[in-house]
């Protein structure tokens, strides 16, 4: 069984970086065809993609984050890290991990974490 699990401050200062990790087990991250995503849910508001990072190391992120977000990982941990700088309590939300799978034209989140929230507040 696959099992994604974040973890990080629950509290973030404006204008600091938020720095979340998410440890995977039952999976490697370097196995083709998976995408190891990261996802956010504000209040009020649907999930929002942030970006992810590739079975090779390879990133891509949301436009209108792009700027402030850097996600990297750590193969020997089986883990990838969320970077998001100068936050706003405009970050607030609940953030998750996911793995997207893109095979034989299946394409689909199959796999999450159970999410946890972030709070940007001084």
């Known amino acids: 069984q696959v099992r994604l699990q974040e973890s990080g401050p629950g509290l973030v200062i404006p204008s600091q970086t938020l720095s979340l990790t998410c440890n995977v087990s039952?999976?490697?991250?370097?196995?083709?065809?998976?995408?190891w995503s990261w996802i956010r849910q504000s209040p009020g508001k649907g999930l929002e993609w942030i970006g992810y990072i590739t079975a090779i190391g390879t990133t891509y992120y949301s436009p209108s984050l792009k700027s402030r977000t850097s996600i990297s990982r750590d193969t020997s941990k089986n883990r990838f890290t969320l970077q998001l700088s100068s936050v706003t309590p405009g970050d607030t939300a609940v953030y998750f991990c996911a793995r997207y799978a893109a095979i034989h034209y299946v394409y689909l989140y199959d796999f999450w974490g159970q999410g946890t929230q972030v709070t940007v507040s001084a």
């Open positions: 039952g999976a490697s991250i370097t196995t083709n065809h998976y995408f």
